[in-house]
């Protein structure tokens, strides 16, 4: 059985920094993209940052500059570091992974609970 399990999330102040971890376990042949969405109260969930397994990254714009994702191919873990945190950064976020369990059986999305992360004023 396939976990993906987020933490590191909780509050702090505007300007301030949170680190998000992800690990996806369970009997996993590999990981393809991981990454990060958020939803924020009376919003649909939205990218914010995405990581090939060769590294390549992807960031969407209201988050460029200051969040940085990255990732432990070995471990399959993801992480975002979240500098210069703004009260519109408030939302639940959610890690995703692309994984293949077997050779032969296609890839599937698995989605982790979610973790709250609130930036206060």
């Known amino acids: 059985q396939v976990q993906v399990v987020e933490s590191g999330g909780g509050l702090v102040q505007a300007g301030g920094s949170l680190r998000l971890s992800c690990a996806a376990s369970?009997?996993?042949?590999?990981?393809?993209?991981m990454g990060w969405y958020r939803q924020a109260p009376g919003k649909q969930r939205e990218l914010v940052a995405i990581i090939a397994s060769g590294g390549t990254t992807n960031y969407a714009d209201p988050v460029k500059g200051r969040f940085t994702i990255s990732r432990d191919n070995a471990n399959n873990t993801v992480y975002l570091q979240m500098n210069s945190l703004k009260p519109e950064d408030t939302a639940v976020y959610y890690c995703?992974?692309?994984?293949?369990?077997?050779?032969?059986?296609?890839?599937?999305?698995?989605w982790g609970q979610g973790t709250q992360v609130t930036v206060s004023s």
């Open positions: 995703y992974a692309s994984l293949v369990l077997r050779v032969g059986v296609p890839r599937r999305l698995y």
């Open positions: 369970g009997n996993i042949f590999s990981a393809n993209v």
